[in-house]
Structure formats: structure tokens, C-alpha cells
């Protein structure tokens, strides 16, 4: 399969190295957004600031979980094309 400016991916490496890179930033973000939520929780049960008020951090939450959305939608695309092209290839 050569690379054409049409295809997503160089060759299977490439996108083997690309799910993995995309998971690894999909789970950064996913801990990251725990993190906060947590930061937040902690901060209202102490009922002190820190750092941001506990509202701001829940909102920090949310927004770290909705950027964690496009890598997990990345990997499971690139996930379904080589699953793809292994049918492919054991079809022919």
C-alpha cells in the first residue's frame, strides 16, 4: 500500500504507532479529568479554595472529558481500518 495524500496512513506500522499514541493521549486526558473531578470534590468537602473554587474545577472536568473525545474517536477509527484491512487481506 503506498501513501497517497488521500489515505489517512502511510503503511500498518504507521497506524499501529498512531492507535497507540492516540490511546496513550485519550488515557493522559481521561486521568486528568479524574484528577480534577477529585480536586473539586475535595475542595467542597473542605469548603476552601484550591487554587480554583470547587465549581471551577468540576467545570475543568468536564471540559478535560469532552477533549478526551476525539483521540478515543481517532483510535477507534483507525482501530476499525485495520481490522478492515486484515478482512481484505484474508479474503484475497
Known amino acids: 500500500m503506498s501513501y497517497s495524500e488521500n489515505e489517512p496512513f502511510k503503511n ?3 497506524m499501529v504507532a ?7 493521549m485519550a488515557w493522559y486526558i481521561t486521568i486528568l479529568s ?3 473531578i477529585v480536586v473539586g470534590i475535595v475542595s467542597d468537602l473542605l469548603g476552601t479554595k484550591l487554587l480554583l473554587g470547587s465549581t471551577t474545577w468540576l467545570l ?5 472529558a469532552v477533549l478526551s473525545i476525539p483521540p ?3 483510535r477507534a477509527l483507525a482501530r ?13
Do not use: P, W
Open 18 to 24: 498512531e492507535v497507540g499514541y492516540c490511546g496513550r
Open 80 to 92: 476499525h481500518l485495520l481490522g478492515m484491512e486484515l478482512i481484505k487481506k484474508d479474503q484475497t
Open 34 to 36: 479524574l484528577v480534577c
Open 12 to 14: 500498518r506500522e504507521h
Open 60 to 64: 475543568l472536568a468536564v471540559v478535560t
Open 72 to 74: 478515543q474517536m481517532y
